[in-house]
Each structure stands twice: as C-alpha cells, then as structure tokens.
C-alpha cells in the first residue's frame, strides 16, 4: 500500500508532530486552482525501509491534505473515525524499536495520548494523538517484556506500520481485496470474547511472511514491515441491512483514502474495469488524467497511481 491520507487543518503543527516520531518531509504539492495542498511524509534515514525511493516507490507514506480555507472555517471539525458521527478509519500505525522509551519520548514532549501504554490490560500497545485528534497506534518491533530496561528509543529505526479501517462484511471485504486488489492475507487475530476480528493484509513483495501457524509464540513477524491494511470486523455488522461506516469523505471529513502504486496505470485501470469495480473517479474523468479513484465494499476509497519506478511492467499490483 503506498500511502494514506488524512485531512487536515493544521498541517505545520502535524508535519511538525509527525516529524518529531521520525518521519520526514518528502514531497509537497500545491494545486492553488484546486484550492489544496499536499504534504507527503515517510521514514528516509539510512535504516528506513525504502529510504531514498520515489514516494510513489514505498509502502509507508502519510500523505496529509490541508484544503485552503478550512482553518479559518469555525464550521470545519476534523472527525478522527473513532465516534459518530463520522466512524469507520480508525488509526494508523507505527513499530517501535523500544516500545517504553518510545512511549516516555511521546510523553516527555507534551504529546497526548488515548491510551497509554500502561493502561488497560493490553500492556505492549499504545495509542497516541495527534493535534488533530488522529489516533497514532505504537507497537514494538521485539516483545514488550524484553525491552523494559531500555531508556533509549531511535526513530529512524521505526516503521509505517499500517492503517486501519473497520469493515461491516468480512466475506466481502476480503474477496475484494485478495481478488481483486492483489492483497495477500498475512494474519487473522480473532477475540470472539470482545465480538471484534482483526485482519491483516499487504503485498509480499520480495520479503515473504511466513505462514502464521508457524510464528513463534509473543512474536509478530509483521511488526517490522510497512504498508500493511488492517480491517476490524465487529461481529453482528453484516447482518444489519441499514448499517454502513463513514468513508471520511462526506461531513465529517477526516479520513480520505488508501493508495496503491501499479506499474502500468493505465493497464491496471483495464483490469480493474473488467473486474466490475466501482469507481469514484476513472482516469477519463475530470483534469487530473494520472489518478483513478476506486471504492471498496464500505464505500472507502482507494486510489490508484503509477509508480514511477516500475514503468512499463504487467500491471502487477
């Protein structure tokens, strides 16, 4: 998954926010006839996983879209997608080398939190807020209990994570992606005494997950990756013929979309069309003929853009 946007009014606090957890400035484009600008942030140190690349060549890239006007608009509120109205993105997140001197770090610049790491009984988990209120999840990259006497953390050595959205059909949402987006799923944590399943799906890539059957107990082989989607399933919401989460794109705004980079656009787009997806916006449509909107089985949507790199391939996703 190439990156994730978020909606913003205050985008030199958040870029400022997002750089202090080690992510930086990559690329900045206004569109002053659009009346928006975007800011793209990633991790780009010598240990980032795809330090250097194009930003269209990475799989952990927070794209932030500030829309003019709107923080003089008193009428504007960003909704975060954790209550209604307005539910339906829930986070993003982030690995850690050391999870409690990352957390310490967060707390000692004045930084709020959701949850911290010591509350509640998921002791390795963290969830801290951005100034817009935007959950920032943090997890650790080696078990929480074998990293308690560290009191040093390294942002550099940190990781885009994923991104989750909360889905109402889990039949039709991992169809979807697995068929026809190309995912692959990678880990399922059920907690049926909570009514809630997690999945979790990315592009393999050159670096293969081994089969979850075969993790070693406490460990989590995904931690150290980037890009990932994480669909919540609340049980019981597939049955109800009126439920339907908030795409972020109506009032409230928040949450924007997901992208995938595709080595030939316009092929992946035919694939696509054949496919029978529906869209938001195909690459015919409108001015701006290098992007196609498409919408998943919620309603969210997904965008879809080449990646620079791979020009000229078979439209592998």
């Not at 240990?47 to 504007?76: M, P, Q, W």
């Not at 049955?239 to 595709?262: L, R, S, T, W």
Request: a negative charge; hydrophobic letters at 35%; charged letters at 25%.
């Amino acid at each position: 998954m190439a990156h994730v946007s978020l909606q913003t009014t205050i985008e030199f606090q958040l870029v400022k926010y997002y750089e202090f957890l080690g992510l930086k400035l990559i690329d900045k484009r206004d569109f002053p006839d659009n009346k928006f600008s975007l800011y793209f942030l990633a991790f780009d140190s010598a240990k980032a996983a795809s330090g250097g690349n194009h930003r269209s060549d990475r799989e952990g890239v927070l794209e932030l879209t500030h829309n003019h006007g709107s923080e003089s608009d008193s009428s504007f509120k960003i909704a975060n997608g954790n209550s209604d109205p307005g539910k339906g993105f829930g986070h993003i997140c982030l690995s850690v080398d050391n999870i409690q001197a990352a957390c310490q770090r967060i707390e000692d610049a004045g930084y709020k939190f959701q949850k911290k790491l010591t509350d509640g009984r998921m002791k390795s988990i963290a969830f801290a807020l951005d100034p817009d209120g935007y959950w920032v999840e943090i997890i650790g990259q080696t078990p929480a209990e074998k990293t308690e006497s560290q009191k040093s953390t390294s942002p550099e050595t940190y990781r885009f994570n994923h991104t989750m959205i909360r889905i109402k059909d889990p039949s039709a949402s991992l169809d979807f992606y697995q068929k026809t987006m190309g995912m692959t799923l990678f880990r399922t944590v059920e907690n049926s005494s909570a009514d809630f399943n997690l999945y979790f799906l990315g592009y393999p890539g050159s670096h293969p997950v081994p089969p979850q059957s075969t993790w070693e107990a406490g460990t989590n082989p995904l931690a150290p990756r980037e890009g990932l989607l994480e669909l919540t399933w609340n049980y019981g919401t597939e049955k109800d013929k009126d439920f339907a989460y908030h795409d972020g794109n109506k009032e409230p705004q928040g949450f924007g979309h997901i992208a995938i980079a595709v080595d030939d656009l316009d092929a992946a787009c035919g694939r696509f069309e054949k496919e029978g997806v529906k869209w938001q916006k195909r690459l015919t449509d409108g001015r701006m003929r290098n992007v196609a909107f498409i919408l998943d089985p919620d309603g969210y949507w997904i965008e879809v853009i080449q990646n620079e790199t791979l020009k000229g391939g078979n439209h592998n996703l």
